[in-house]
């Protein structure tokens, strides 16, 4: 049984510029959810899919913007990126509400 | 306004010793209450979870304690090991009755060090 897998690891992007980041869930997983990590801190909840819909979504501008493939892989969309956004980016799966998160490596986002 | 805090930022233990982390959380709602372990360049990865059903939960040296009537939870760890060296944070979720899954509120992360 494959984990979470994100792609890429690690990521340098100018500020204004728009990132795409993107994430296999664990096989058999129907929701996938997106976590930012700033340095030093707990993850935050970004949003949620599930079945292809976005059925959560936390604190977080438009500007953050996701999608989830028939397939069940996701990605995650950032536009006009400002400093703040740098952070270790994760994403995580599961099967249902009494199923455990597996988180994958996460993508580091660095905006300079 | 955080929701879970968790305390304390960094722990020193001497091998063999216990450890121990304390959270407590505001929104009665919260009734999914996990413990995630971090190490450096990794993702948190699930350690054990309690819900609110029960007042204690322990697999292996692993315990976590919880206290209902004053929305606070802990996690001890038994005969620590300097493998145990890692970031762990404390999480809660409300009872999602929709499809899919639930969104968790992390604390801010405990930084463990187990020393020979």
């Known amino acids: 049984e494959t984990g979470v897998t994100q792609s890429p690891t690690h990521l340098i992007k100018t500020r204004g510029q728009q990132v795409t980041l993107r994430c296999s869930s664990q096989s058999g997983h129907n929701t996938v959810s997106w976590y930012q990590q700033a340095l030093g801190q707990g993850p935050q909840f970004i949003f949620q899919?599930?079945?292809?819909?976005?059925?959560g979504r936390g604190n977080f501008p438009p500007r953050f913007s996701g999608l989830q493939f028939p397939n069940y892989s996701s990605e995650l969309n950032v536009n006009a990126l400002e400093l703040d956004d740098s952070a270790l980016y994760l994403c995580a799966s599961t099967y249902d509400s009494s199923s455990p998160l597996h988180f994958g490596n996460g993508t580091r986002l660095t905006v300079t | 306004q955080q929701q879970v805090k968790q305390s304390p930022q960094s722990l020193i233990v001497q091998k063999g010793g216990i450890s121990i982390i304390n959270c407590a959380y505001e929104?009665?709602?919260?009734?999914?209450f996990p413990w995630y372990q971090q190490f450096p360049g990794k993702g948190p990865a699930l350690l054990i979870a309690i819900r609110p059903d029960v007042s204690e939960k322990k697999e292996g040296r692993f315990t976590i304690s919880f206290n209902k009537s004053a929305k606070q939870f802990s996690l001890h760890i038994m005969d620590s090991q300097p493998g145990d060296s890692a970031t762990y944070f404390c999480?809660?979720?409300?009872?999602?009755?929709?499809?899919?899954?639930?969104?968790?509120?992390f604390g801010k992360g405990t930084k463990l060090s187990v020393i020979p």
């Open positions: 999480a809660a979720s409300e009872a999602y009755s929709g499809a899919g899954s639930y969104q968790l509120t």
């Open positions: 899919y599930y079945r292809e819909e976005e059925n």
């Open positions: 929104n009665t709602a919260f009734d999914y």
